[in-house]
Structures are given as structure tokens and as C-alpha cells.
């Protein structure tokens, strides 16, 4: 397939970064006047007109109405985000400083982690924040208690060595009693504390498969307990400043609003979306129909992984309009999920 690089001369290329980047800082389509007053290319309006429509034939521009300036496609979004790569960051360092500074003082509470970091996210962002908890891979056990409150819900508390407490509510067998809850959760306390429960789901399994007859459906239900506590749920998911985004310009109308209403409250497709990219490395960018799930084709996403060692244990991300302010924003997301590593490396 050939490159924008490849079909766009430099003056071309010029031109539809400085489109972009007006757009970006204005949400009104861009006229070749706006670009000969705001830039010194040399050029009459005539020739930026030319070239602004050269731009739209080849797909990186449009034109929403007869008349009007234009406004870049995905496609347009993709080969000026292609341009920040390598590119020295302008973004405010105090801005980054100050987020470092509010994430550093969350290591003392790894509890509240996600929920404070999708916020500050969106504060920074002035975009929708999301994180999705660390993976059970890093979960390591201490104690697990279950409690019956009615005739087929459970309430688990669980407590890990790493000092997270999950509070979660899931169906279990009508005929479980709690003193057979009282037993599961002994057993699972006395074989596995200290264990990651990864490898707590993989050994109760194994035993489960070994000898049916000699565990009972006590050990049948400590298996669906664990995998309803430790797999990814829409409960691991937490999303911010929903509010703040539909003050946007790119939100006045209620189609779009609902639209986005849709996708956010679908926490499932957001859970979709991460696990979808959650073996990707460094900081990814989806510009709207980039996006793998069809929920998001009218939205760009930036999101990257972190990691406990090599291994991918989390998300974060933040989910906006095609015309979002993108080298910013990457370099939030990208800072994050940095430390975010780092802090999980040094527990």
C-alpha cells in the first residue's frame, strides 16, 4: 500500500499538518486564507486553494459544505499523528509534572490507583479517562472471605499481598450454605496464600480434572468463585469526565451525544476494546475508523499497556473526538503508563 509519505511532496505535507493543526485549535473547517495569513509558506491563497483540493482528491480532507473550508479525515488525523513520531515533545512540562506528582502520591494506596488515575486522565486530557485494573497475573493472595446475603449472591472480599481489597458480588449454587462457603474459603486460604491467583485458577482446575469423584462440588464452586473474582469484569473499569467532554464543540448535537453516551456506559466494550490491544507495546493510537470495535469508528482512542516485568497487567487510556489535540495527549498517556510501570516494578 502506498504511504502519504510516499504520494505527498514536502510543500503538500506542509500544508495539511498546518490544516490540521488549525482545525485542531479551532472546530471550524479551514480555509486557504486562514492558512496564508497564519503561515509564512510564500504562497497566494490561490495555490493553497489548490492544493488544499489536490489534498481532498487524494482523501486527507473534506469539505462539509459547499463553500466552507475543510476538515481532515481519518486519514488526514493519521498522517499527522504519523508526524509526531520522533518529534521533540512541546507539551507542558509543568502539566506532566504535576501529574507525575499527583500519581506518585497514589503509591501509597494502590486501592484507589485506577479509579484517581482515569480521573486525572480526563483533567489533563480534558478528554474521557479510562483504566482497567491490573490483571490477576500480579494478584497475589492473602485471604479470601465469602459471605451469603441472599438465597444465590455472594459477597467476596478478597485481600492480596500487594494491598488490594476487591469487594465483588457473584451468583453461586442456591443449595451453597455458608458453612460450605466457611469451607471453601479455609481451603483455598490454607493452599493457596502467597499465590498468584492465576496460578491458584490453573491448580484448582487441575485438581478438579484429576479426581471428580474425589472433590465434591465444593471445589466445583471455588472454581467458578475464583474465575467470577478475577477475571476482567466491567467493575475493573474505571471511566472519568464524561461531563467535561460534552461541553466540546465536537458534541453540540444530541445524535453525537448519544452516541457517545452509548459507547461509555457499554462497559463490556470498553473491557472489549482493552483486552483487544492489551498485548500491544508503547502507546497506540486509533483514529476513528481505525478503531477494531464498530462502537468506536466516530471516536479516536490513546491508550497504552503497563506492565509488572514484561508482562502486560493493565490499561489506560483516553477516548475523544477525531479532532483531539493528539501530540498532547499521547505524551499524558504515554507519561502514565511509564510510571505506572515503574511503580509496579518497584513494589
Known amino acids: 500500500m502506498t504511504s502519504a509519505n510516499e504520494i505527498l511532496d514536502e510543500r503538500n505535507k506542509q500544508i495539511l499538518c498546518a490544516v490540521i493543526q488549525c482545525h485542531i485549535n479551532t472546530p471550524v473547517p479551514v480555509g486557504s486564507r486562514v492558512i496564508t495569513k497564519k503561515y509564512s509558506f510564500g504562497l497566494s491563497s490561490a495555490t493553497i486553494r489548490n492544493i488544499m483540493a489536490d489534498l481532498e482528491e487524494m482523501g486527507f480532507l473534506r469539505q462539509p459544505h459547499t463553500s466552507a473550508g475543510r476538515v481532515p479525515t481519518d486519514s488526514g488525523y493519521r498522517f499527522y499523528v504519523n508526524t509526531l513520531k520522533g518529534k521533540k515533545n512541546q507539551t507542558n512540562k509543568a502539566q506532566l509534572i504535576e501529574l507525575h506528582e ?11 490507583l485506577p479509579d484517581e488515575t482515569s480521573r486525572m486522565l480526563s483533567a489533563a486530557s480534558n478528554y474521557i479517562g479510562i483504566t482497567m485494573s491490573p490483571h490477576d497475573r500480579i494478584i497475589t493472595l492473602s485471604k479470601i472471605e465469602l459471605h451469603k446475603f441472599r438465597k444465590n449472591r455472594l459477597a467476596v472480599v478478597l485481600i492480596t499481598d500487594e494491598g488490594i481489597i476487591k469487594h465483588k458480588v457473584v451468583t453461586i449454587d442456591a443449595g451453597t450454605s455458608q458453612k460450605d462457603l466457611n469451607r471453601i474459603a479455609d481451603y483455598i486460604n490454607s493452599e493457596y496464600s502467597g499465590t498468584h491467583v492465576e496460578d491458584i485458577r490453573k491448580s484448582i482446575a487441575k485438581e478438579l480434572a484429576k479426581d471428580k469423584m474425589r472433590y465434591d462440588k465444593l471445589i466445583s464452586q471455588a472454581v467458578k468463585i475464583c474465575k467470577s473474582i478475577f477475571s476482567t469484569s466491567p467493575d475493573d473499569v474505571f471511566i472519568s469526565g464524561l461531563s467535561g467532554v460534552l461541553g466540546l464543540p465536537d458534541f453540540c448535537d444530541i445524535d453525537k451525544i448519544r452516541e457517545l453516551l452509548k459507547t461509555i456506559e457499554d462497559k463490556e466494550l470498553i473491557v472489549r476494546l482493552l483486552d483487544l490491544i492489551s498485548a500491544s507495546e508503547g502507546t497506540q493510537v486509533f ?32 477516548i475523544g473526538p477525531t479532532r483531539m489535540n493528539y501530540e498532547k495527549t499521547i505524551s499524558i498517556v504515554d507519561m502514565t503508563a511509564q510510571f505506572i510501570t515503574n511503580m509496579l516494578s518497584e513494589r
Open 102 to 112: 499527583k500519581l506518585d502520591r497514589l503509591k501509597k494506596d494502590i486501592n484507589t
Open 287 to 318: 483514529i476513528g475508523s481505525e478503531n477494531p470495535l464498530a462502537e468506536m469508528k466516530k471516536f479516536s482512542l490513546i491508550v497504552s499497556t503497563f506492565k509488572e516485568g514484561a508482562n502486560p497487567v493493565g490499561a489506560i487510556g483516553i
